[in-house]
């Protein structure tokens, strides 16, 4: 062979060699690729098993739950929200006038109220639903009753009590320096509304409505005419520690009809009835599964007095009252979640 012909040959040889390297490197790497490619995809599905939902990280933002003036309220909206941390939502929590709140959840500033009362501002809230903006989110288990309240001893001062009636010839005894000769009825912050005002009015008795600027304000009142046996009349509510902690009872007004209130009258007892639950109407397109544990809430009137006494009586804060209703009823609340 000659030179030349040696010289092709052995160029050929590398040039095969070459190209069986190349040929095996890519082999090599789509094998890599595809290990790789495994690899993450497992990676990826654990995470998505693992991960909370995709809507708490998404463009709708955090869910925004309304914060009332009053423990109850305070426990039942950080508990709702806690439960829905742990799922992997992002919660925040926006202080809110009771009366106000569903405005808020209409124009898009709230999303969920976790209570709204049928005792008080019942109107307010069948308005709101009827622009379709706002609707129920299903009751809270809790049964609502709120109305003035005298201590047990008051009777000895106002014979004919519990009855209304007996308050026209014994208003004097309710009096304070301020309201003399009219009974003074304290009625809660003016932002819980109740209607007292046109109650009082409408059935003409000599009372004048003053309104604690605390529910705190409401128990310290109680106390100090408790602690000295002077009659005292003002708004006690349930679900409550309260009412199981001092002997008393609710003054019985006029039955309630619904005519009572549509004719702005105001002339009969408030209504009794569930406590529910309000949030935006597309709150369901946004956090499916969040909307269904909201639904799913439920808590008893003696769950929320023990709740609510564990923070007002015992001094613990809301959170470590949550985390000890959490700890006790895990199954319960997973269950809202499922």
């Known amino acids: 062979m000659s030179p030349v012909n040696r010289r092709r040959a052995h160029r050929g040889e590398a040039l095969g060699r070459i190209g069986e390297s190349a040929t095996c490197a890519r082999v090599g790497f789509r094998r890599l690729a595809a290990g790789v490619g495994m690899v993450v995809g497992l990676l990826l599905a654990v995470w998505s098993l693992s991960s909370p939902p995709a809507a708490a990280y998404g463009p709708v933002g955090p869910i925004r739950f309304a914060v009332n003036d009053w423990t109850g309220q305070r426990i039942t909206t950080r508990l709702m929200g806690t439960i829905l941390t742990k799922a992997g939502y992002r919660v925040e ?18 999303d969920v109220a976790m209570e709204f009362w049928s005792t008080a501002g019942r109107p307010v809230l069948e308005e709101a639903i ?27 001062h106002c014979p004919g009590l519990p009855d209304w009636r007996a308050l026209k010839a014994c208003a004097a005894i309710f009096a304070i320096p301020g309201t003399t000769p009219k009974g003074r009825y304290l009625g809660g912050p003016v932002t819980w509304g109740g209607f007292d005002e046109e109650r009082v009015a409408a059935l003409g008795i000599d009372f004048e409505v003053e309104h604690a600027d605390t529910e705190a304000d409401l128990h310290a009142t109680l106390e100090a005419a408790v602690a000295g046996r002077q009659p005292v009349l003002l708004w006690v509510y349930a679900p409550h520690w309260l009412p199981s902690r001092y002997e008393g009872e609710w003054v019985r007004f006029p039955e309630f009809t619904d005519e009572c209130y549509a004719d702005r009258r105001y002339d009969c007892a408030k209504p009794s009835g569930p406590i529910w639950k309000v949030g935006a109407a597309d ?34 804060s809301i959170d470590e009252a949550i985390d000890e209703w959490l700890s006790r009823n895990e199954t319960v609340w997973k269950g809202w979640l499922s």
Do not use: H
């Open 93 to 110: 929590y926006v202080d809110a006038n009771y009366m106000d709140q569903l405005d808020e959840i209409a124009s898009g500033r709230l």
């Open 130 to 156: 009827s622009d379709g903006k706002v609707r129920i989110l299903g009751e809270t288990g809790m049964i609502a009753r709120d109305e003035w309240w005298y201590p047990a001893y008051v009777e000895e």
């Open 283 to 316: 709150l369901e397109q946004r956090w499916p599964t969040a909307a269904q544990a909201i639904s799913a809430f439920r808590i008893s009137n003696d769950d929320m007095g023990a709740l609510i006494a564990r923070v007002d009586v015992d001094g613990l």
